[in-house]
């Protein structure tokens, strides 16, 4: 079983995968977490050049290079597991880049469905945790995680957290369109107690076996 978790950067991503690790593997299954960009040698390196970069990357490059990433892991890792029946929870698939390069940069969405099954073999999730949250307060949620003011140097974000807040409002408006049109998504309203939203996301599990 392939299952997704998808949200703007400070959604809460990494706490709910954590979770979810742990609840499933206390009731026997074999779990692997993951993350895109990441996971392989190659993704990795892939992930410090997209992430780290000060020098600017256009659009595509930016799209090719995710692609390329995603490519690694899902043929080196994901399929192979789940090949031997392991749960692998995925932080970020290719609705990210939908969301992210699609909606965020203004890439044309019939070229990004191609080149997503192509970077990931037509493998599809077969459930998607979508983490909605306001860019303002996915904001202040991630800096206030990190012990930074809000009145941050440019150097304590990474590149893509650099792009602003109205291009993170792109993103978060492309998940909810992909969230309408995609049976596979769960809504999740991030801002509620984590402990609440792991609830959630069990209940939706046990209705599902």
């Known amino acids: 079983m392939l299952i997704t978790f998808e949200g703007i950067d400070g959604a809460g991503k990494s706490t709910q995968v954590k979770k979810l690790k742990k609840h499933l593997t206390e009731k026997g299954h074999e779990v692997l977490t993951l993350r895109e960009p990441g996971g392989t040698i190659v993704a990795e390196k892939i992930r410090d050049l997209l ?3 000060k020098h600017e990357i256009t659009p595509v490059g930016e799209l090719l290079l995710f692609s390329a990433s995603r490519a690694e892991l899902v043929q080196n890792v994901i399929m192979p597991e789940l090949e031997r029946n392991k749960v692998v929870i995925l932080d970020r698939f290719y609705d990210s880049t ?17 080149i997503n099954s ?4 037509g493998l599809e999730p077969d459930l998607t945790f979508f983490l909605d949250i306001s860019p303002e307060d996915a904001l202040i949620r991630k800096f206030s995680e990190k012990s ?9 974000l990474d590149r893509m ?30 801002s509620e107690k984590p402990h609440d939203i792991h609830s959630q996301i069990v209940a939706k599990l046990n209705a599902m076996t």
């Open 98 to 114: 939908t969301a992210y390069q699609g909606y965020g940069r203004g890439l044309d969405l019939q070229v990004l469905e191609r």
């Open 148 to 156: 930074i003011p809000l009145a941050f140097e440019e150097n304590e």
């Open 161 to 190: 957290e650099s792009s602003g807040l109205a291009f993170y409002q792109k993103v978060r408006n492309g998940y909810l369109k992909l969230a309408e049109s995609n049976k596979r998504f769960v809504l999740l309203n991030a």
């Open 118 to 121: 192509i970077s990931s073999f």
């Open 51 to 53: 992430l780290e970069s």
